[in-house]
């Protein structure tokens, strides 16, 4: 089964979703990674925080993502990317998302309970035994995070890259 990548990353200061530093970098981690797994990447922003980015994508499994991060084009990208963001954080869930054309997301987590029958749309997360995630498409901004009952509520806003492949 396919999982989806769930990477958080910061903007630094002074950079902006818009700065075409920013534009150019994630064009060319969207062109080459995209090539690379066959899977389109999907960016998103934090509804409150403008500095993070998420980038939402598909793997074939686990293995084949670590394959990418250790290969000599993204060990590239890597270094391109210092000085403009600094990856948060990285979860795999096994599930598979349809992002085209969403505009708003929420990321649900939460600790599974312990007789939990996962619904269709509920993935584990690879990184964290016990732990599992929704990913909803919302009509609107939603303000976060929040938690409610353990589980974590993260909104999203796609993002768009002005700029052609590079």
């Known amino acids: ?6 990477a958080t990353l910061a903007l630094n200061h002074p950079y902006t979703w818009d700065s075409p530093d920013i534009q150019t970098f994630f064009t060319a981690v969207a062109t080459q990674q995209a090539a690379w797994s066959g899977y389109a990447l999907h ?18 499994n686990v293995p084949a993502h670590i394959k990418w991060i250790e290969s000599e ?11 403009l963001v600094e990856v948060k954080g990285l979860q795999h869930a096994r599930l598979e998302s349809k992002l085209d054309g969403v505009e708003f997301v929420a990321l649900e987590q939460w600790t599974r309970g312990q007789n939990e029958e996962l619904a269709d749309d509920v993935g584990i997360v690879e990184e964290t035994p016990g732990r599992v995630c929704r990913i909803q498409v919302v009509a609107e901004r939603k303000t976060q995070p929040r ?6 509520f993260l909104c999203m806003r796609r993002l768009k890259l002005s700029l052609q492949d590079v």
């Open 1 to 6: 089964m396919p999982v989806t990548e769930i």
């Open 43 to 60: 960016y998103f922003q934090d509804t409150v925080d403008p500095r993070v980015v998420y980038i939402l994508t598909g793997w074939e």
């Open 73 to 83: 084009q993204n060990q590239a990208l890597l270094v391109r990317a210092k000085g």
């Open 147 to 152: 938690e409610c009952s353990g589980v974590q």
